[in-house]
């Protein structure tokens, strides 16, 4: 049985992290402040997502990673239905979040209600040391998406 608990950001196994997110450096940024939901299974954390008020009203999702042996499970949905409410409950408006412009994750998001809101060119580019590369293409812009609370 699966639990959503929150937690604190220090509690997050760095290697879930870097599931979603290639840059520790990035990772770091990101962490200080963060509010953190995990998915535990016997007390083992399997999922992770990880949000931060940027804007008034305005929270964004900087890493939502589940261990590949528990993908394709709906863990990941599972981590947003819960955040959505505790956020609306706090009075956010909107959530944000960046990821690339093609892939499951993209799908994977619009299922969820989030809608493309801006492209920022060379994004992976520019922040990333190392490219990125998913089914043998390399991700280059960002798409920023965007749900209404």
Known sequence: ?????????AQIPMSLLLEADP??????RYLNGAYCLAAVVDGEII?????????????EVFNLAVYPAFQQQ????????????????QGVQSVVLGTGTF????????????RVESVIKDFFLDHYDE??????IQHKDMLRLRVDL
């Open 1 to 9: 049985m699966i639990e959503i608990q929150h937690l604190d950001a």
């Open 74 to 89: 709906g863990i990941g949905s599972q981590l947003l239905s819960a955040l959505f409410p505790r956020l609306k409950e």
């Open 103 to 114: 892939g499951y994750q993209l799908m994977f998001y619009q299922r969820l209600g989030f």
């Open 131 to 136: 490219p990125i590369f998913e089914l043998g």
């Open 47 to 59: 999922g992770v997502c990880v949000a931060k008020l940027i804007a008034e009203n305005t929270f």
């Open 23 to 28: 840059s520790e450096a990035c990772i770091q």
